[in-house]
């Protein structure tokens, strides 16, 4: 059985790898379809504009920076079961907050609002997954205690 948990682990964590990649390979289009999404509070204003000055960069450029190194992180340290139970919590906020502000069907109408539905419910089973990620850990012990031959 732990082998198939292994084995499950791994697959899972290839959408975050994947995503991951292909949010640094195209970090424009990334920053753009951010910037048009997350809007920071009046309360945070100052911070994000410090940063700003610090990095040299717009907020939707580290925020996508950031998006693409959590799941790149993330995947690659569930995958290798590397502080997996702590990494799939963070996960599970990254995911609700993607579902958020991504697939925010409940705004919408039409077919727009049944595409971004289905991502939403798509996301929703992946918070199930990285719960029983952190729900499992480094995976299950095999106790002989309880064999009997």
């Known amino acids: 059985m732990p082998a198939f948990i292994t084995f499950g682990r791994i697959l899972f964590a290839v959408l975050f790898i994947a995503s991951g990649t292909m949010k640094f390979l195209n970090i424009g289009g990334t920053a753009e379809m951010v910037g048009g999404k997350v ?18 960069m717009a907020s939707n450029q580290m925020l996508a920076i950031a998006a693409a190194s959590l799941e790149l992180l993330g995947g690659i340290l569930i995958a290798l079961n590397f502080g997996a139970r702590f990494f799939a919590m963070v ?11 991504f697939h925010d069907f409940w705004t919408q109408t039409g077919p727009e609002s049944a595409n971004n539905m289905i991502h939403a419910l798509k996301n929703l089973s992946l918070i199930g997954g990285l719960f029983m990620i952190a729900g499992i850990g480094r995976g299950p012990t095999i106790n002989h205690a309880y064999d009997e031959v």
């Open 91 to 101: 996960m599970v906020l990254f995911v609700m907050a993607a579902t958020f502000y």
């Open 39 to 56: 809007i920071f509070p009046e309360l945070a204003a100052p911070y994000v504009t410090q940063l700003q000055g610090l990095t040299g």
